[in-house]
């Protein structure tokens, strides 16, 4: 398995752009998280799927920031308007239902973000 | 919610062994994760512990204690490969999937 893609690697944009990053989960994988990775504030959780169903979207920023999953293989994080304060590395990880308990996550080498 | 507290950063020489401590607190316990981040790179996972006691994993150790809420990572015969970053995260019951991280603690491994 080629693991969790995410695209694009980098990203440089300007503030008030449309942002929109994108994963790929290993197949056969239920769940699928989003995390922003920051030198202040580490590595925080956005939102994450199980089944393709957004199940906690507490960590979403502002209305600002939007998640979608339309199929097992593909989900979406979308930013209108981007702002410097997101600037950011972004990362996906996906991991299998969790039958023995340990929630394994494996992640995608992530989207480093830069608003302007 | 969690508050999850690992030192900031921790030095050692080559060869040697380190303990890195990690306390939670926490409102449901769902198991403790330790991952590894190199510099510019993703987190890899590298233990879990779901019991009190010590799961070992050739260099690498993890102690849990959930009565105190305490974890350690134990990184014997240190390599210069072994500098990176050492994350703490722990699991909620309520919340199966869910994995709340600590900040992290950068290891150096000095010659």
């Known amino acids: 398995d080629a693991g969790v893609i995410q695209s694009p690697r980098h990203e440089v944009t300007e503030m008030g752009q449309e942002v929109t990053l994108r994963c790929k989960p290993i197949?056969?994988?239920?769940?699928l998280f989003w995390y922003r990775q920051t030198m202040m504030r580490g590595l925080e959780l956005l939102i994450y799927?199980?089944?393709?169903?957004?199940?906690?979207d507490s960590g979403m920023p502002e209305d600002r920031f939007s998640a979608k999953m339309p199929n097992a293989s593909f989900s979406t994080l979308k930013i209108q308007p981007s702002e410097p304060r997101d600037s950011a590395v972004y990362f996906c990880a996906s991991s299998p239902v969790g039958g023995s308990g340990a929630n394994v996550l494996t992640f995608g080498a992530g989207s480093r973000l830069t608003v302007l | 919610g969690q508050n999850i507290d690992q030192p900031t950063e921790m030095t050692a020489t080559e060869g040697a062994i380190v303990q890195i401590n990690c306390t939670y607190q926490?409102?449901?316990?769902?198991?403790l994760f330790w991952y590894q981040q190199h510099a510019g790179e993703a987190p890899t996972f590298l233990s879990y512990n779901v019991l009190d006691g010590l799961e070992e994993k050739g260099r690498f150790s993890s102690f849990l204690s959930r009565s105190k809420g305490y974890s350690y990572l134990l990184l014997k015969e240190l390599q210069m490969k072994d500098s990176a970053s050492y994350l703490c995260a722990v699991g909620e019951t309520d919340s199966w999937g869910k994995l709340q991280f600590g900040a992290g603690t950068q290891v150096v491994v000095t010659p």
């Open positions: 799927f199980n089944n393709n169903v957004p199940i906690d």
């Open positions: 926490t409102s449901g316990f769902n198991g």
């Open positions: 197949s056969g994988h239920d769940y």
